[in-house]
């Protein structure tokens, strides 16, 4: 199959808020009022946990119908653990981005706990999202 490429495009608004066009859907990000944002939306970090949680539905619909199971839904709780001091540029030996991430799935489904593990590990080894935070991607950017 061919490489697919997608696009989105987006601008800084007022203070902290950006928004993106994302196919015929606009997404507003923001920084909380305690972080001289105005709270219009969720934080970019927070979006990146929400996507993960929509990466890992829509693949697990992807192998429940693969695998002939009902998927009744999923449950998600994620948390990432970052430290400001390196995305504000206090110090320099502190990453930006996640130091770790904490996911708990709740599959509705009528199988064992093993294969409800299996199942998620083979959500997990397929997620787009999950892979880009795993192995990295190479970012390319330039000036317009």
Known sequence: MPVKTIRVSGSLDHAFAVSVAAGDHVVRMDQPRHAAGQDLGPTPLELVLAALAGCFGTIGRIVAHQ????????????EGDY????????????????QALRMKVD?????SREEKQAVLAEIERRCPLADNLLHGTRLESSLA
Do not use: Q, T
């Open 67 to 78: 695998r002939k199971f009902e998927l009744r839904g999923m449950h998600f709780e994620i």
């Open 83 to 98: 430290d400001p001091d390196g995305l504000l540029g206090r110090r320099d030996d502190v990453r930006p981005g996640f």
């Open 107 to 111: 599959l509705d489904a009528d199988l």
